[in-house]
């Protein structure tokens, strides 16, 4: 298997050559699975999955977005595609993820596949994308897929602190709230790892496969070892409409229903909770204010429940500004022109060009106030000073996008890093949004409620 890697800047080494063609039903998609480098971006049966590298577009620093999109801008002009099903995931198709700060080692990543499988209600279809051939027959889901290794389970997992002990990350809430209480900030979202270790190497499908089972109206995602279940979507963007569902306020369930409707009701009216909320909504609106003709934002959060938290929910949408028609950028025989062009990252658009794509949007909004704080730079600063941990690409960007920019962003949260280095070893993650009125000891509470996804996704059981 030839796997290109280009340094963003550098020139696309091959054209990619690419075939969309429908196929019947192929059952789940994460079972299509191989265990090696397994890329997916699930919810409810539907969206897409890939494997193979054809191209992996490594980035970094504070321009890892606009470098992304550059490249991708660069691979598609020069690609052939026959695209015989034309729906949003169809044509080429790149995942990626990205870290949380700016100069984060992480940095970023964007993987083009070499099959990607994918359905939207009763439609499904495969892509075949590969270099320097040209169209040939149309390719089959027997062929693409080949034979699978059954999946294994990980054994018995060991968890460990990870850089902050359970005990010690109170006082780093604590702090957080006396920063707030002195004016640094109004809110910061502060958080933990964890250290699992696994008895065999992970298989990534077996954690997909139960996250997908457990928190099917979350999107189970994974890409260059980034595994979780997000239920916050950063952004969406197809043909001009904007969608985000944004997260904040939380309340952990009893596993009693009538107790988890009453604490709903508790929620919805906890002036600490939409306190949180409000201010995760108005960094969400404000960020995608300049690209949009128009915004609907709820007057009232819903409450959004999960197996093991309620969250206070905003579905926050917007139409984009003229100039997004859903034109390709790369299209059939490479209609793009001007390589190289592009959004050229957070905020500006090219005249001619379609309006920003959903990872020019993605960067706008990220971090939002749900993940990072308010004001967004004071809360920067305080999370690099308080938290002691590196994110890595922990509640960064996690999604796909397609040739003519429209896609899903997650924001990467009930996830887990896996070790490039050790496949027995991962990093949990979970944080709390911090105001005035937070409880050290409500908040840890909180943290491990969140840490529930990955530590079932990892049981054996
Ligand atoms: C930061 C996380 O979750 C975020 C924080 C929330 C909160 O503090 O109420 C809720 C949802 C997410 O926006 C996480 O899961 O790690």
Redesign the pocket.
């Known amino acids: 298997m030839t796997v290109s890697s280009t340094p963003a800047g550098n020139a696309v080494p091959q054209p990619l050559v690419v075939r969309t063609v429908a196929v019947d039903d192929p059952g789940a998609l994460l079972a299509l699975l191989p265990q090696d480098a397994p890329l997916a971006w699930v919810r409810r049966g539907d969206g897409l999955v890939g494997w193979g590298e054809v191209l992996r577009i490594p980035v970094s620093g504070p321009d890892r977005f606009a470098a992304a999109e550059d490249a991708w801008h660069r691979v598609l002009a020069h690609a052939v595609v026959r695209d015989e099903v034309g729906l949003p995931g169809t044509g080429p198709v790149a995942f990626g993820s990205f870290a949380f700060e700016e100069d984060s080692p992480r940095g970023g990543v964007v993987v083009v596949p070499r099959v990607v499988v994918g359905r939207r209600g009763t439609t499904a279809w495969l892509t075949t994308i590969d270099t320097g051939a040209t169209i040939g027959p149309a390719p089959s889901l027997a062929r693409a897929a080949g034979s699978r290794r059954p999946v294994t389970a990980p054994g018995a997992v060991r968890y460990d602190d990870g850089a902050v002990p359970a005990a010690d990350w109170r006082d780093v809430v604590a702090q957080g709230v006396a920063a707030i209480r002195d004016g640094e900030v109004e809110k910061v ?1 502060l ?1 933990r790892d964890v250290v699992a270790t696994t008895e065999r190497p992970l298989d990534p499908r077996w954690v997909l496969g139960r996250l997908a089972d457990a928190y099917p109206s979350c999107w189970t995602f994974s890409v260059d070892g980034l595994l979780g279940a997000t239920p ?1 979507l950063l952004v969406r963007s197809e043909k001009g409409l904007v969608t985000s569902r944004v ?4 309340i952990r369930r009893t596993g009693d229903d009538a107790a988890d409707l009453a604490r709903a009701a508790i929620l919805a009216h906890s002036s600490k ?1 939409l306190e ?1 909320h409000e201010y ?1 909504v108005s960094s969400v609106a404000d960020a995608l204010a300049p690209y949009c003709s128009s915004t609907n934002v709820p007057d009232v959060p819903f409450v959004l429940h999960l197996p093991n938290v309620l ?1 206070l929910a905003s579905d926050v949408t917007g139409v984009l500004a003229a100039g997004h028609g859903g034109v390709g950028i790369g299209g059939a025989g490479g209609a793009a022109g001007g390589a190289g062009a592009g959004t050229g990252g957070a905020g500006a658009t090219v005249p001619g060009l379609p309006g920003p794509s959903s990872l020019a949007l993605a960067a706008a909004l990220h971090p939002t106030a ?2 990072c704080g308010t004001p967004t730079e004071a809360a920067r600063a305080l999370i690099a000073r308080l938290e002691g941990m590196e994110r890595g690409r922990y ?1 960064g960007p996690v999604g796909w996008f397609g040739a003519d920019g429209d896609g899903e962003w997650g ?1 990467a ?2 996830s887990a890093e896996v070790d490039p280095q050790d496949p027995h070893r991962l990093r949990l ?5 911090i105001v005035a009125a937070s409880d050290p000891a409500a908040e840890l509470a ?1 943290s491990e409620a ?1 840490l529930v996804p990955m530590r079932h996704a990892l049981a054996s059981d």
């Not at 993650?429 to 949004?433: E, L, Q, R, S």
């Open positions: 979202v958080a916050e997260l904040a306020g939380t909770d949180e995760a969250h749900a993940v509640a924001i949260l009930r993650f979970a944080g709390c949004g909180e969140k």
